[in-house]
């Protein structure tokens, strides 16, 4: 089922990609208690190695092939995401205004990013707190993940100052 799955300092990530495509068609938040699957591909060997380095410092830069996928809306919010800076936040409202959209709709397309860190939905958050996170809210481990994403872009951005 996934071409990689890499150790993350929350758990695990799998990714799956079509070789013969050239594209990443999948990123995904898995427990620790997930299989680690060595790169099966040149692609996923290199998806691995960018995750690593994010995990090292969270500037670091994706210039992964990603599949085209999602609805013309989706493809605008995920857009708007990767403008976001590390160590920046932005609420579903504000990214709302700036696609064109109101902020539950903004919420699903974030639900819905097949790509999560390298379009980084972990940096739309609620108005009032922390916001859901890949469709689920509360406080297991999604949300879980996306504090330790938040913290940890925080964390260098103040190690950058």
């Given at each position: 089922?996934?071409?990689?799955?890499?150790?993350?300092?929350?758990?695990?990530?799998?990714?799956?990609?079509?070789?013969?495509?050239?594209?990443?068609?999948?990123?995904?938040?898995?427990?620790?208690?997930?299989a680690s699957v060595a790169p099966n591909c040149a692609l996923a060997e290199r998806a691995t190695q960018q995750l690593a380095r994010y995990?090292?410092?969270?500037?670091?830069?994706?210039?992964?092939?990603?599949?085209?996928?999602g609805t013309p809306f989706q493809r605008r919010v995920w857009q708007a995401m990767r403008a976001i800076a590390p160590g920046d936040m932005?609420?579903?409202?504000?990214?709302?205004?700036?696609?064109?959209?109101?902020?539950?709709?903004?919420?699903?397309?974030?639900?819905?990013?097949?790509?999560?860190?390298?379009?980084?939905?972990?940096?739309?958050?609620?108005?009032?707190?922390?916001?859901?996170?890949?469709?689920?809210?509360?406080?297991?481990?999604?949300?879980?993940?996306?504090?330790?994403?938040?913290?940890?872009?925080?964390?260098?951005?103040?190690?950058?100052?």
């Amino acid at each position: 089922m996934y071409s990689a799955v890499m150790d993350a300092p929350f758990g695990k990530v799998g990714l799956r990609v079509d070789a013969a495509a050239g594209v990443v068609q999948l990123i995904e938040f898995l427990p620790a208690s997930a299989a680690s699957v060595a790169p099966n591909c040149a692609l996923a060997e290199r998806a691995t190695q960018q995750l690593a380095r994010y995990f090292d410092a969270s500037g670091a830069p994706f210039d992964l092939p990603l599949a085209d996928v999602g609805t013309p809306f989706q493809r605008r919010v995920w857009q708007a995401m990767r403008a976001i800076a590390p160590g920046d936040m932005l609420t579903y409202g504000a990214l709302a205004q700036q696609v064109g959209g109101m902020p539950r709709a903004v919420g699903q397309a974030c639900g819905d990013n097949p790509f999560p860190i390298v379009i980084p939905c972990h940096r739309v958050v609620g108005a009032g707190g922390l916001g859901g996170f890949a469709h689920h809210a509360g406080d297991g481990f999604y949300l879980r993940v996306k504090r330790w994403l938040l913290a940890h872009e925080s964390a260098q951005q103040a190690l950058a100052l």
